[in-house]
């Protein structure tokens, strides 16, 4: 599998990575529901066997438990991947999240992640959320610290503006942003993904396939049936009067794969992929199966006719107006 050199790192990167959101279950407020851990192991060993190469978790996935899972999984291998993880949401013994960036709470942040991942450094640590917005520079500053102490070998931020970003480089060099990039938010292309192909920024984009909508697996009884703890069931994108134009969005992504024996997830991916600011797309899997499936978006690309049906539909549905 191909790489691509993440910003100022030296890391390179596959395509496609690993994301570890939905295996940390249930039972939190960004819960997906439950998970079989065994499953999950699987599933992330699955990704390395058939060559990916960096896993990216957090800290509040499953309150600790997406971290735990991602070290049990990599215990033993000797092609360990790149693990990235992030910090900034905390939570309470009655499993309430908030957030905090003061510098205290990311140094502890960090030593339990380091410890949950039972690894001596990290190596990409970000900022899950730009929040508090007035504690950026004591949590970018921290970061930072945490770089030349050795904890972390580089580090990045998510969810971040143009003006977050410009004032946490005005401390130290962001090696990386982590933001929302699918064909239903494809806000970023706006200021945000052409600042970072500017500054040279690496840019991991989630939730490629719209968190499941986009696979061409999902539908409105699928979506009934979610269990209470999966945050899906409340999500806008979910309910309508945006699901039926989204099921016939993944609809038409299915017909174009089809044409070459690929899913409407691989479609989805590739859509993100097409975008030269996008070093890697960040694809979740809860089995080795689902991992199967989407394998092949790491190479695959979409043609111009393609893209510009993709455009048509959205341009039909008023989804293009709605991002400009």
């Not at 599998?1 to 910003?7: A, E, F, I, V």
């Not at 940390?24 to 851990?37: E, I």
């Not at 946490?168 to 970072?196: G, R, T």
Request: hydrophobic fraction near 40%.
């Amino acid at each position: 599998m191909q790489t691509r050199p993440l910003g100022n790192t030296d890391m390179e990167i596959t395509p496609i990575g690993f994301g570890a959101w939905a295996i940390g279950g249930g039972n939190w407020g960004g819960g997906w529901g439950s998970q079989d851990d065994q499953d999950s192991i699987a599933a992330i060993n699955r990704a390395i066997d058939l060559g990916i190469n960096w896993i990216d978790t957090a800290a509040v996935y499953g309150l600790g438990r997406s971290e735990q899972v991602v070290a049990r999984a990599l215990k033993g291998r000797t092609d360990r991947p790149y693990v990235f993880t992030k910090c900034g949401l905390v939570w309470d013994e009655n499993r309430q999240v908030g957030n905090s960036l003061k510098a205290d709470s990311i140094r502890k942040e960090c030593e339990d992640s380091l410890r949950r991942l039972e690894t001596d450094v990290i190596d990409l640590y970000q900022i899950h959320w730009p929040n508090p917005d007035e504690d950026i520079e004591e949590g970018w500053s921290t970061m930072a610290e945490l770089q030349k102490e050795g904890k972390v070998r580089w580090i990045g931020v998510s969810n971040f503006s143009v003006e977050q970003m410009q004032r946490a480089q005005a401390i130290a060099p962001v090696s990386s942003l982590q933001p929302p990039y699918h064909l239903l938010k494809p806000e970023v292309e706006e200021e945000i993904l052409p600042f970072c192909l500017d500054q040279g920024i690496g840019v991991i984009n989630y939730s490629p396939m719209a968190s499941g909508l986009l696979t061409g697996r999902m539908t409105r009884e699928r979506i009934e049936s979610l269990p209470e703890d999966d945050w899906r069931k409340r999500g806008e994108e979910f309910q309508e009067p945006n699901l039926s134009r989204n099921l016939e969005l993944a609809d038409l992504l299915g017909q174009i794969g089809e044409r070459h024996g690929r899913s409407a997830a691989v479609v989805a991916i590739a859509w993100t992929l097409r975008h030269p600011a996008i070093t890697g797309a960040i694809v979740g899997a809860r089995r080795p199966e689902q991992v199967d499936g989407i394998i092949d978006a790491a190479e695959f690309r979409l043609s111009e006719e393609e893209l510009a049906e993709i455009d048509a539909f959205r341009s039909r549905t008023g989804m293009l107006a709605a991002a400009s």
